[in-house]
C-alpha cells in the first residue's frame, strides 16, 4: 500500500512538472525513471543518459535529454551542480518544498474564491 502512495506521488510531482499536454506526457516515463535514479544520490550527465539507453554522443539524445530534464529543473525538482568540468544533477528538496508551497497558495486562493461565490 505504501508503494502505491509514493507512485501515486511521483505522478502527481510529474504532473506538475510536465503538465498534460499530450507531447510533455510522453516525457513522464522517462522523467519518473531521472526521479528514481537521483534518490540514491547525485549522478553525472553521462551516467543518467545511459540509464535513459541515450547516447551522450548524439546531439539528437543530448537534445532530448535537456528537453527531458528541462522542466524538472524550472520547478526546481533537480539541480545542478558542476564539479571537474562535469555536471552534476540531483534531487532538490528545496524545490520540491517552493513548488508546494506555491501549489498551496494557488489552492487556498481557488477555495477562498468558491466561498465567496457560495456566500454571494
Same mark, same amino acid.
Given at each position: ?19 498534460? !499536454? ?13 526521479? #528514481?535514479?537521483? #534518490? ?20 539528437? !539524445?543530448?537534445? !532530448? ?7 524538472? #529543473? ?47
Amino acid at each position: 500500500m505504501e508503494g502505491e502512495k509514493m507512485e501515486g506521488g511521483a505522478e502527481r510531482l510529474l504532473d506538475l512538472a510536465y503538465g498534460n !499536454h499530450p507531447k510533455s506526457a510522453s516525457l513522464k516515463p522517462e522523467g519518473r525513471r531521472v526521479l #528514481r535514479s537521483l #534518490r540514491e544520490g547525485p549522478k553525472g550527465m553521462e551516467e543518467l543518459m545511459k540509464e535513459l539507453s541515450l547516447d551522450p554522443l548524439s546531439g539528437a !539524445h543530448r537534445k !532530448h535529454f535537456y528537453i527531458l530534464l528541462k522542466p524538472l #529543473r524550472e520547478k526546481g525538482m533537480i539541480s545542478t551542480r558542476r564539479m571537474g568540468g562535469k555536471t552534476f544533477y540531483h534531487l532538490s528538496y528545496d524545490g520540491f518544498s517552493q513548488y508546494l508551497k506555491e501549489l498551496r497558495k494557488e489552492a487556498e486562493f481557488w477555495l477562498k474564491e468558491e466561498e465567496k461565490e457560495k456566500t454571494s
